[in-house]
C-alpha cells in the first residue's frame, strides 16, 4: 500500500553543488541532473535506484530556513488534502502544483512546525520501507516534535494514522501506522538535538562510526552520535555543512 505512506525524499538546498559534494563523499550516491525547463532537479542514486533529490533553495527574512530534507507523502488527491490541511491548523507553503509527468504536490507546514509535502503521483511510487533497503536507500522516518499529543491530532485527522505508544529503553516512542503497516516514528527530540520540528529520514550505511566521523571531516556535525536500538541495529543523525538534517542506520 502505497497511499497515506511516504515514498521521496528531498533536500531544500542553499548550495545545491556543496550538498551534492558532501553526500556523494559521505553516502556514495551519484548524482544525475534532469532538465526541469526553469531550473535543473539532481536526481540522488544509490547503484540504479533513484532515492531522492536536491533543488535550490534561497532562505530569506521571510523564509529564514538553512538548507532542510522534505519527505513526499503520497496521497490520493493532494488538493483535498492540501485544504483539509489548512483547515486543521496547517500551513500551506506551496499550493497544489503539477510536475509535468511526475504527478501534482504542494508543500505544507503542520501546526508544529514541521514541513512535508503531500504529493499525488502520475503513476505507482514505493513506500519508504516497502523492501529491504540497501545501502544508501531510505528505511525509515521519524517526526522529531515537543508537542508529540498535537502532532497526534493534526495527523490522525488529516492523514487517518493510528498511534502506539511503546517504551523504547525508557523513552516514549510513538508509532505512526496506516493500517497495520508502520509508517513512521513520532518522538520528543533528545537535548542533543533540539532543532525546529521536522521530518528526519533515515539512510542505511554500511559503517555508522565511519559515518559520524567523515561528517566530521567533510564539515558537518554528528547531533546524535551512533548509538544501539532497542529494535535492532544503530543509528545516528546528522547535519550537513548547509544545516540539513539527515538519520543514518547500519544493521550493526
Aim: with cysteine.
Amino acid at each position: 500500500m502505497t497511499v497515506n505512506n511516504f515514498t521521496w525524499n528531498e533536500l531544500m538546498s542553499t548550495d545545491v553543488q556543496g550538498s551534492m559534494d558532501f553526500y556523494t563523499a559521505l553516502i556514495g550516491w551519484k548524482t544525475q541532473a534532469q532538465d526541469m525547463g526553469t531550473f535543473t532537479y539532481n536526481m540522488l542514486m544509490a547503484s540504479d535506484k533513484a532515492v531522492g533529490g536536491v533543488v535550490p533553495f534561497a532562505s530569506s527574512e521571510e523564509v529564514p530556513l538553512p538548507s532542510h530534507w522534505v519527505p513526499y507523502l503520497e496521497v490520493k488527491d493532494v488538493d483535498a488534502f492540501t485544504e483539509r490541511a489548512k483547515t486543521l491548523g496547517g500551513e500551506v507553503c506551496v499550493p497544489p502544483t503539477d510536475i509535468p509527468g511526475v504527478g501534482r504536490f504542494s508543500l505544507v507546514q503542520d501546526p508544529q512546525g514541521a514541513i512535508f509535502s503531500p504529493m499525488t503521483s502520475s503513476s505507482a511510487a514505493e513506500a519508504i520501507g516497502d523492501t529491504d533497503p540497501g545501502p544508501g536507500q531510505s528505511c525509515w522516518i521519524e517526526l522529531m516534535t515537543n508537542d508529540v499529543d498535537g502532532a497526534k491530532a493534526f495527523y490522525s485527522e488529516l492523514v487517518g494514522w493510528s498511534f502506539d505508544t511503546m517504551d523504547m529503553g525508557g523513552t516514549p516512542y510513538t508509532l505512526a501506522k496506516e493500517g497495520e503497516r508502520m509508517v513512521a516514528g513520532v518522538m520528543t527530540p533528545s537535548e542533543m538535538f533540539a532543532g525546529r520540528p521536522s521530518w528526519v529520514t533515515y539512510t542505511v550505511v554500511e559503517n555508522i562510526d565511519g559515518a559520524a566521523e567523515k561528517t566530521v571531516e567533510l564539515g558537518g556535525k554528528v547531533a546524535v552520535p551512533p548509538v544501539p536500538l532497542p529494535s535492532g541495529g544503530r543509528m545516528a543523525i546528522i547535519i550537513d555543512p548547509t544545516g540539513g538534517v539527515l538519520g543514518l542506520w547500519a544493521k550493526a
